[in-house]
């Protein structure tokens, strides 16, 4: 059975950095194309940014757009979110998804779910 291993997430002050990693586990990220969202209780999950399996880059957040990036390596059948200058508005769980080759755009589209990382950002 697939599934998507993730790690990376904690507790860290306003202005650090933290790296999230998205691994597969029993199938091939390669011709997938791989999402971040994040969520707040109450509030709607919203997506990131997502890079399609040729690594072409979505950005969907202006408020992060300058400070996080995604990047992908297929060797290691991993998918990297990196979380930089960090503000307590970033406090979010973190969820990475997959649909297949393109950034749809379309949350509906994605079909395989990881389990998502608290990332807590305070004082």
């Known amino acids: 059975q697939w599934q998507f291993v993730q790690s990376g997430g904690g507790l860290v002050q306003p202005g650090g950095s933290l790296r999230l990693s998205c691994a597969a586990k029993g199938f091939t990220l390669d011709f997938l194309a791989i999402g971040w969202f994040r969520q707040v209780p109450g509030k709607a999950r919203e997506e990131v940014a997502c890079v399609s399996y040729t690594g072409i880059v979505t950005h969907f957040l202006a408020s992060v757009k300058d400070r996080f990036t995604i990047s992908r390596d297929d060797a290691q059948n991993t998918v990297y979110l990196h979380m930089n200058s960090l503000k307590s508005e970033d406090t979010a769980v973190y969820y990475c998804?997959?649909?297949?080759?393109?950034?749809?755009?379309?949350?509906?589209?994605?079909?395989?779910w990881g389990q998502g990382s608290q990332v807590t950002v305070s004082s």
């Open positions: 998804a997959a649909e297949g080759y393109h950034c749809s755009g379309k949350y509906s589209e994605y079909d395989y």
